[in-house]
């Protein structure tokens, strides 16, 4: 029987789905499972999206352009422009999700063999995504006494080779929730610039920033407008996950079309999503003000409950929908698998991702767990309320 690949063998099972066999095992015993494990929001897609697809008057489901449809590409430059982004619309390759996006930035960008600096805990798929290119992701380890905040530039310096192609951030961040200032950003700047290295930066979770903070992009970086490649997505603005449609952004003629290429072999993305993704933009200003404010008020209810149980620790993020909390346990994915299989509380537990999986450096994140604060706010209240009852005998305690 032929073997299959290496890379097949070195592709990392994700960490947020891994559990699901025991999630689905718990339901069949008839528990209710809270879903903190995933960041598929339960806000209702905009009105206009749906619209567009319902109200479709097409008689043929045409390829688009590779790069996307032209009318699509010119709005969403226009809202780049709206938030101060000097975004056009050659700038911009319409994607299959913001994981394609990447996917080409790093294939465009990089060589087998390359090495991209990434913050930890980052986002699981980014591993997956740099296995695909051949690249070897190289950690920089945040803390969460600090919040998950930048780490000191001399790190980053620690980790550059001659091997180093670029350094890779998610801003506001998943799965932290921590939400880079200005400062961090021009900090990264002068590193890039120093090294002549691509900044890749994944800003898909841009409309949800907290307590009056509000996002600075990498596009907005002098000095290294050639280096910075943007990915977006449309999943978690307009919730709109399984419409898969993403973008990649550059200033980088070079780069734009040698993922040009990558996009012409895939021929395009699905066109029925473009459609709706086109219509989302003119989603009215106050379906992000009603979001943000839902958010604020899950992730209060979500990470001060966490802190008000003896041993957990959960910085509060300024953006995204995630936190990442340290629990009292000697394993958290021991923890997380315990609470699906042998723990219930009034008929309910809960389902987190073990932290551990977002981390590159081996033994990291072994206390901690992701959880994605995207159900209503009864749910959160009840899954807190489960995870003080379970912390209370589960047997690994510490």
Not at 357 to 371: C, L, M, W
Request: net charge negative; glycine share 6%; hydrophobic share 40%.
């Amino acid at each position: 029987m032929p073997k299959i690949s290496e890379k097949a063998h070195s592709m990392p099972a994700s960490p947020i789905r891994k559990l699901v066999p025991y999630a689905e095992a718990a339901k069949a015993k008839g528990l209710i499972v809270y879903h903190l494990n995933i960041g598929q929001p339960d806000i209702d897609t905009p009105q206009v999206a749906l619209d567009a697809v319902r109200n479709l008057d097409r008689t043929v489901i045409e390829y688009s352009h590779s790069a996307g449809f032209e009318s699509y590409r010119k709005g969403l430059s226009d809202y780049y422009k709206k938030n101060n982004l000097p975004v056009e619309t050659e700038d911009i390759i319409i994607t299959t999700g913001g994981s394609e996006a990447l996917t080409f930035g790093f294939m465009s960008c990089c060589n087998p063999g390359d090495e991209v600096i990434i913050p930890e805990p980052f986002y699981a798929n980014y591993n997956g995504f740099a296995i695909q290119a051949g690249l070897k992701v190289v950690p920089v380890t945040a803390s969460i006494e600090t919040g998950f905040a930048l780490p000191p530039v001399e790190e980053f310096e620690k980790k550059i080779t001659a091997k180093t192609k670029a350094i890779v951030i998610c801003n506001p961040g998943n799965p932290t929730g921590y939400l880079y200032s200005k400062e961090e950003l021009e900090k990264l700047r002068d590193i890039v610039k120093k090294h002549d290295l691509f900044l890749f930066a994944d800003e898909v979770y841009r409309e949800f920033c907290y307590d009056g903070a509000t996002p600075f992009s990498v596009m907005n970086l002098s000095g290294i407008e050639q280096n910075v490649i943007l990915i977006d997505s449309v999943s978690k603005r307009y919730s709109m996950c399984g419409a898969r449609i993403g973008a990649l952004i550059s200033k980088n003629k070079e780069v734009m079309n040698a993922a040009l290429k990558f996009g012409q072999a895939r021929l395009s993305p699905p066109t029925l999503a473009q459609i709706a993704s086109e219509a989302a933009l003119n989603t009215p200003d106050s379906y992000f003000e009603e979001v943000v404010n839902e958010y604020v008020e899950r992730r209060d209810i979500m990470v001060d409950g966490l802190n008000a149980i003896p041993g957990v620790f959960c910085p509060k993020p300024k953006g995204a929908f995630y936190c990442v909390a340290k629990f009292p346990v000697d394993d958290a994915e021991k923890f997380c698998q315990w609470l699906l299989e042998e723990f219930e509380f009034n008929g309910q537990t809960v389902m987190m991702a073990p932290a551990n999986g977002f981390y590159s450096t081996p033994g990291k994140g072994k206390q901690e767990a992701r959880i994605a604060y995207v159900l209503n706010k009864e749910s959160l209240k009840n899954a807190v309320t489960c995870l003080e009852e379970a912390l209370k005998v589960y047997p690994g305690r510490v």
